[in-house]
């Protein structure tokens, strides 16, 4: 396969190499400026691979790992990246099954490798080594399947006809005269009238006599403008990505966390929580676990009653006897919110799974289904969760939904 590339610009890392390209979503941040380190002095696939485990697995929920040459190509596909592989033989399709580390293979022949990240846009842009901003990046041409060979037409002989020799006739012997007969007088034609010229039409009486309005022309298609080149794409260093960060959280003159230790605040016996509009609300605490939520972290929690997630999670406004179960996460950046997202059983129609809510974050949350592109969660917005969802809370925070 040609070493070829070219991508569609995004929000994940590319840092391409001489022998391997790695592919690394924007919460990966903090990883890229060791491996370009790597990739720009030449290391290969196995190097720039130890680089990203050295990091620690849990932590790197998505990542892609293309390295190309004329004898065969190396793919690595973990999380969301997926690649679609082209060759002569056929299509392929290359993910990671959901509890797998990765997906792995050594293809020979393949035309083309394109590997999707976010989105499926066009890729018009020429990788080059270095680091890149990207959602698809394309390595090689796919193949174009074979044109049909076309029959040419066959002249065939046409059998000329046989022309016979015409039989030769006695002569007839000529006839006798017979005498002219006398001509007839000719019949008397009656004079032809000339025609009278047809009346005027009043326009007023006989609508057929108005005449139709002319028919405006046709103007000239406008001429179609060349396309404009679009100008050449550059990139900064990874310490220049201006992505927002910070957040000062307004606390209350009785809140007493000082030391980073998640506290509840004062029970509050008649405060009924609102539900969400045309749901019931659920029970307290249900009997059995609708889902597990397994953090980047390594942690593991089980849905049997609310949860709330964020950088300093604060439990004031539940009642005494509906306290959740609070989860602190560490945000060096301070991307992650201090009650950032709350997850509970569901009730009604979304019985027996878990909901999230986005409490209003500054940063906001994404989630990403099973076969569906990522989106961000609408602020107060409950949203069902399936097994193999994903959300991320920024700041390298990830959090899996399985099953109980």
């Known amino acids: 396969m040609s070493a070829e590339a070219r991508f569609a610009p995004g929000d994940w890392y590319a840092v391409v190499g001489e022998h391997a390209t790695v592919?690394?979503?924007?919460?990966?941040?903090?990883?890229?400026?060791?491996?370009?380190?790597?990739?720009?002095s030449g290391a290969d696939a196995d190097a720039l691979l130890d680089a990203l485990l050295a990091g620690g697995l849990s932590t790197l929920d998505h990542v892609a790992l293309v390295a190309a040459s004329d004898e065969a190509t190396r793919l690595i596909v973990r999380g969301a990246a997926s690649a679609h592989v082209s060759s002569a033989a056929g299509d392929e399709v290359v993910t990671a099954a959901l509890g797998t580390t990765w997906s792995e293979r050594v293809l020979t022949g393949a035309a083309s490798v394109r590997v999707t990240l976010a989105g499926d846009g066009e890729v018009e842009h020429v990788?080059?080594?270095?680091?890149?901003?990207?959602?698809?990046?394309?390595?090689?041409?796919?193949?174009?399947?074979a044109a049909a060979p076309v029959d040419?037409?066959?002249?065939?002989?046409?059998?000329?006809?046989?022309?016979?020799?015409?039989?030769?006739?006695?002569?007839?012997?000529?006839?006798?005269?017979?005498?002219?007969?006398?001509?007839?007088?000719e019949p008397q034609h009656e004079p032809v009238m000339a025609a009278e010229p047809e009346p005027a039409?009043?326009?007023?009486?006989d609508p057929l006599s108005v005449p139709e309005p002319p028919t405006p022309p046709v103007?000239?298609?406008?001429?179609?403008?060349?396309?404009?080149?679009?100008?050449?794409?550059?990139?900064?260093?990874?310490?220049?990505?201006?992505?927002?960060?910070g957040e000062t959280p307004v606390v209350a003159d009785d809140w007493t966390d000082r030391d980073g230790q998640t506290m509840a605040g004062t029970p509050h016996p008649d405060f009924d929580r609102p539900p969400i509009p045309g749901q019931e609300i659920a029970p307290d605490v249900v009997s059995r676990p609708v889902a597990s939520l397994v953090f980047s972290t390594g942690d593991v929690v089980a849905v049997d009653r609310t949860i709330l997630i964020g950088r300093?999670?604060?439990?004031?406004?539940?009642?005494?006897?509906?306290?959740?179960?609070?989860?602190?996460?560490?945000?060096?950046?301070?991307?992650?919110?201090?009650?950032?997202?709350?997850?509970?059983?569901?009730?009604?129609?979304?019985?027996?799974?878990?909901?999230?809510?986005?409490?209003?974050?500054?940063?906001?949350?994404?989630l990403a289904l099973p076969g569906l592109d990522p989106e961000e969660l609408k602020p107060g917005i409950a949203v069902s969760l399936v097994p193999g969802a994903v959300l991320d809370l920024g700041d390298g925070v990830t959090i899996q939904v399985t099953n109980p």
């Open 219 to 245: 103007p000239p298609a406008a001429p179609e403008l060349e396309p404009v080149p679009a100008a050449p794409l550059s990139f900064g260093e990874p310490e220049d990505d201006p992505t927002p960060t």
């Open 201 to 205: 039409r009043d326009p007023l009486s």
């Open 127 to 145: 990788l080059t080594p270095g680091l890149a901003r990207v959602s698809v990046v394309e390595f090689g041409t796919p193949s174009a399947p």
């Open 23 to 40: 592919l690394l979503p924007a919460s990966q941040r903090a990883r890229v400026a060791a491996l370009w380190e790597l990739a720009d």
């Open 312 to 366: 300093a999670p604060e439990a004031r406004r539940f009642a005494s006897h509906d306290q959740p179960h609070v989860v602190t996460v560490s945000s060096p950046h301070q991307e992650i919110s201090s009650t950032h997202l709350e997850i509970r059983p569901g009730a009604g129609v979304d019985h027996g799974s878990a909901i999230a809510t986005d409490l209003g974050s500054t940063n906001g949350t994404v």
């Open 152 to 185: 040419e037409p066959v002249d065939e002989p046409v059998d000329e006809p046989v022309i016979e020799p015409e039989p030769v006739m006695a002569a007839e012997p000529e006839p006798t005269p017979e005498p002219e007969p006398t001509p007839e007088p």
